[in-house]
Every structure is written in structure tokens, then in C-alpha cells.
Nanobody, 122 residues
């Protein structure tokens, strides 16, 4: 069984920084895309940043220049470094793994973490 476990959320003041981590566990052969989505109260979940196994990144326009996504392919871990945080960044952040292949050949189109809360407030 494959699962994603996130860590690193919390309360931070505007202008501050946080780093989120997400580790995939289980019998994994490969993961094509890993990344982060967020959902603010009363809003739809939306993509924040993703990175492929080859290092191609994609960002939400409003976080470009402030957030950096990276991954450790060997350990199936993805990170989100968040700088210059704003109150509008407050949300539940979810880790996502797409096109995950287990060591037994089972393909998982998408796997989600349980979410970690980020609150930006003074």
C-alpha cells in the first residue's frame, strides 16, 4: 500500500517562511509527478507547484518567485519552500503523487496526502 505523509505546516507571520515535506512510502518503483495543491476555506483545491521526475516544474502564478518545489527522487520525497508568505497563502496544503508505479507493477493515477495546515497571520 502506498501513502503520502506530509509535514511542516504551521502558523507563520506575513513575510515569513515555511518548508513543507512529503514522503511517499510503500513498495514504489517510480513516481512521475509530485507536487502540492492547496485548498482555502470555501474555495476549490488548486495546484500550487509540481515537479516531474526529470525536474520540470510548474507553478501557480501567484506563488512564482516566492515558492520553490524540489524533490529527492531516490527517497520519493517532495518539498515546498515557501518564502514571503502572505495571508492569502493560508490553506490546507495537500501533497500529490501522479502516475505512481508500485514495485509489483500496479499503477496509481493519483495518490493524495492527508493535508497540512498553513496559516499566515500576524
Amino acid at each position: 500500500q502506498v501513502q503520502l505523509v506530509e509535514s511542516g505546516g504551521g502558523l507563520v507571520q506575513p513575510g515569513g517562511s515555511l518548508t513543507l515535506s512529503c514522503a511517499a512510502s510503500g513498495s514504489i518503483f517510480s513516481i512521475y509527478t509530485m507536487g502540492w495543491y492547496r485548498q482555502a476555506p470555501g474555495k476549490k483545491r488548486r495546484l500550487v507547484a509540481t515537479i516531474t521526475s526529470g525536474g520540470i516544474t510548474n507553478y501557480l502564478d501567484s506563488v512564482k518567485g516566492r515558492f520553490t518545489v524540489s524533490r529527492d527522487n531516490a527517497n520519493y520525497t517532495v518539498y515546498l519552500q515557501m518564502n514571503s508568505l502572505k495571508p492569502e497563502d493560508t490553506a490546507v496544503y495537500y501533497c500529490n503523487a501522479a502516475d505512481l508505479i508500485s514495485s509489483t507493477g500496479v499503477r496509481y493515477p493519483e495518490v493524495w496526502g492527508q493535508g497540512t495546515v498553513v496559516t499566515v497571520s500576524s
